[in-house]
């Protein structure tokens, strides 16, 4: 892996006061006037988008002169064109100054010298070295120029040593397959580039894909896949928590989506091809080769690339509506929470006030038909983010077999909802994915059986997708498969998010260990459904909710505490941590036990009384500065590296060994250092806390005092208080103990009650 970023943090002070120049050259080329070359679909696009999420993020430099030169443009992307532009900058350019070249098309290798060659329009295939752009003499261009930072991105074609096999809808940017002797195209940039950078500090170099790849296009992101996750980068998703952009940070960025749509994508081809293999069908989609994106850099520092636009438009293309017809469950209040929080949904709860199970047609109807209102222009011509609208419907009820191969879904008051009327209303959203769970409360084995018929007839080959998921629970356990759907997803980590195909191959795993019978069908190759989109902070978020009786408020209470005080032993309790978001001090429910808590490795435990012996407890000085200090290396992920390093450490030394493995070798010592440093300093000692308890201002929030929140609160909201105890820890690293006690207070609805509970909780 090569060092990180280059240049110095001046370069944003003097680019947005305008005493320093941003160049942008950007090149796109879809047609070629050699037959020999074929056609690409988006790099034309691709400077399109590129530019305008490149106008969003340097609104705050002034300074700044953009050229291109695509099939749309004004000026056509020919050898002639962009020589000039490059002359220009090149000449002009001040060594105060940043250039940024980003080139989308053809790649290829001149045979007999085997040099790289960047093919334009008019770019001639017996003749690559005469009308075409060798890496050499571009490079050597801007070698030439004055500017002390230099940033190129290339998604080009490669090799052609990795063939798609056929079938799927994405495209490689890709040339005639070479000879076997031949170097693959990228190795010779990778050298030529590792040249030019070992020559100046101030250049950095990033790749599509990595040697012997292809670089990806795709129809339902309407770019290449590299340019896609740059523009959505450049647009925010890649910025610092200060809202800076920087190269090194956008290139992490792009590299782990981009790996990660590759990686959805085959997952979602894998179980379709086992549906396929289920039916007798061995026509199967053959999976999609990796893409790497690479970086090329020398030198330490950053070089600027922008800031995160500070009023973002955007569009939601993501809406639900769940629909309970059985009880106004807990678990389906907070699964709906849920899906407006780390699943990025409008919710839409049914029953609720001013509407009832007589207007569910009509909700159901507006959900299927929104893809008619959805297509709201973007902010910018080209659309520069293409986002895929998405659908999600819950049914909770019983279902009803009738004659004529007809069968009804039972609501709590006698609605129902007929499989025919549900088929007629999906068949409607053909420019939407969708995702449809029926969560079907049986009685005997035959009401399980003809499950599979729901999920045959409600097929429909939708634009984008389509996902069945229906489960019949047994009439004795109701909340087991939404409890299932809850487990599940709260364990994902909602920054990266969660594929449904994956999503699918968890709920299978629970349900066979809980005896649930389960039906699944995947349609759609063209593009990733996520059941979490990723790049979101928060799992759970308010919307308004139904009234719940107080009969009903006393049930939930009264399960509360049986679940709280069942023995593991007898029933999973759902709501313990998930694997990879636990954080030991939230965790126990009795502080006078040691209890054990699981991480990603079930095998690998540890006792908060170890955990507190470490004295890295989240929201206490050392936490903050290690993730501070790691956070420098390996960005915003250093929070989740942080959390899972600190539940597996023995000690400190174990501990920044952890750490210290997530960065380069040349930086290990240095943050062994400082980060051994930080847990040896002297800290507020418990008699400071204890003189000071009085204001409440600084004592601290231990785990036994989060165990007593944890049991307090759910006497008075059920079992996912263990739930709001850790989202406020997490979203307030710095909060002080009466703030935590009051934002917890304001999640219980009787005013009484939340006074009463902040009172008690303020006197321990």
């Not at 691709?46 to 999420?53: K, Y």
């Not at 009795?590 to 054990?596: A, G, L, P, R, V």
């Not at 290690?626 to 590296?641: C, D, N, R």
């Not at 060994?657 to 040349?666: E, K, S």
Request: hydrophobic share 35%; charged share 20%; proline share 5%.
């Amino acid at each position: 892996m090569c060092p990180l970023g280059i240049g110095s943090s001046d370069s944003t002070t003097i680019l947005k006061t305008g005493e320093a120049k941003l160049w942008i050259l950007l090149v796109g080329v879809n047609q070629y006037q050699d037959q020999n070359l074929t056609s690409l679909r988006y790099p034309a696009l691709d400077c399109q988008g590129l530019g305008e999420a490149l106008s969003s993020a340097t609104q705050r430099f002034p300074n700044k002169e953009v050229i291109v030169h695509h099939d749309f443009a004004a000026q056509p992307p020919t050898l002639q064109m962009i020589r000039g532009s490059l002359q220009k900058i090149v000449s002009q350019s001040q060594p105060q100054d940043s250039i940024l070249l980003y080139f989308s098309g053809h790649g290829m290798l001149e045979p007999n010298t085997q040099q790289s060659v960047l093919c334009l329009r008019d770019t001639r295939k017996d003749n690559l070295l005469g009308t075409g752009l060798p890496m050499q003499n571009l490079l050597q261009m801007l070698g030439a120029s004055s500017a002390n930072q230099q940033l190129l991105c290339l998604d080009t074609c490669h090799s052609g040593d990795l063939r798609l096999l056929g079938g799927n809808r994405g495209s490689a940017r890709d040339g005639d397959v070479p000879d076997a002797s031949f170097t693959p195209t990228t190795q010779v940039m990778m050298d030529v580039l590792r040249q030019r950078a070992a020559q100046s500090k101030g250049f950095c170099a990033l790749l599509s894909c990595d040697a012997g790849q292809k670089s990806w296009e795709f129809p339902e992101l309407g770019h290449g896949v590299f340019t896609y996750y740059l523009m959505r980068g450049l647009l925010g998703e890649a910025a610092d928590s200060s809202g800076l952009i920087e190269a090194d940070g956008l290139y992490r960025y792009v590299y782990r989506h981009t790996r990660q749509y590759i990686d959805k994508l085959n997952q979602q081809l894998r179980l379709i091809n086992q549906q396929k293999l289920n039916r007798g069908d061995r026509q199967f989609y053959p999976e999609y080769p990796l893409q790497t994106p690479k970086r090329i850099v020398e030198g330490v520092g950053e070089l600027i690339v922008g800031f995160k636009p500070t009023k973002v438009e955007s569009h939601k293309q993501r809406r639900a509506v769940v629909i309970d017809g059985l009880s106004n469950s807990k678990t389906t209040t907070d699964l709906s929470r849920l899906f407006a929080g780390a699943g990025g949904f409008e919710v839409e709860y049914l029953p609720r006030n001013g509407k009832t199970f007589s207007e569910i047609r009509a909700t159901i109807q507006e959900l299927t038909r929104w893809h008619h209102h959805s297509e709201i222009k973007s902010p910018s011509p080209s659309r520069i983010v293409r986002n895929t609208p998405t659908c999600l419907l819950y049914l909770r009820g019983h279902i009803e077999e009738i004659e004529h191969e007809e069968a009804w879904l039972v609501l709590g008051d006698g609605t129902r909802l007929s499989r025919s009327y549900l088929r007629q209303e999906l068949r409607r959203a053909q420019k939407t994915q969708q995702i449809i769970i029926l969560d079907i409360i049986v009685s005997d084995s035959s009401e399980a059986a003809s499950l599979e018929n729901w999920i045959e007839d409600l097929q429909c080959e939708t634009e984008y997708g389509q996902c069945l998921i229906a489960a019949a629970t047994p009439a004795e356990e109701p909340e087991l498969f939404s409890q299932n759907l809850l487990e599940t997803l709260v364990a994902a980590n909602p920054q990266a998010g969660l594929s449904i195909a994956k999503w699918i191959a968890q709920l299978q795993t629970l349900g066979q260990a809980k005896g649930i019978d389960l039906h699944v069908w995947l349609s759609g190759t063209q593009a990733v459904i996520d059941i979490l989109p990723g790049n979101i902070v928060t799992i759970f978020q308010d919307f308004q909710t139904p009234e719940v009786t107080e009969n009903e408020k006393n049930k939930q209470e009264d399960d509360a505490c049986v679940l709280l005080n069942k023995p593991n032993k007898d029933r999973e309790n759902i709501f313990s941590d998930p694997p990879s978001r636990r954080i030991p001090p939230f965790s126990s429910h009795n502080s006078q036990k040691q209890e054990s808590f699981s991480v990603s490795n079930p095998d690998v435990r540890v006792s908060a009384t170890k955990q507190s012996q470490l004295n890295v407890l989240p929201g206490s000085e050392q936490y903050t500065k290690l993730e501070q200090l790691l956070k420098q290396s390996v960005g915003s992920i250093a929070l989740t590296i942080l959390q899972k390093a600190v539940i597996q450490a023995k000690n400190h030394q174990e501990l920044v060994g952890d750490l210290a493995t997530y960065l380069l070798p040349q930086q290990q010592k240095q943050f062994e250092k400082q980060a051994m440093a930080i847990l040896k300093a002297p800290t507020v000692s418990s008699q400071t806390q204890s003189a000071t308890s009085s204001t409440g201002k600084n004592q601290r929030i231990d785990a036994n005092f989060i165990s007593k929140c944890e049991r307090e609160l759910a006497y008075s909201i059920g079992p996912m208080a263990k739930f709001v105890v850790k989202d406020i820890l997490q979203s307030h690293s710095q909060i002080s103990l009466p703030e935590f006690v009051s934002k917890l207070a304001k999640n219980i609805p009787e005013t009484k009650q939340a006074l009463e509970f902040e009172r008690r909780m303020l006197s321990q």
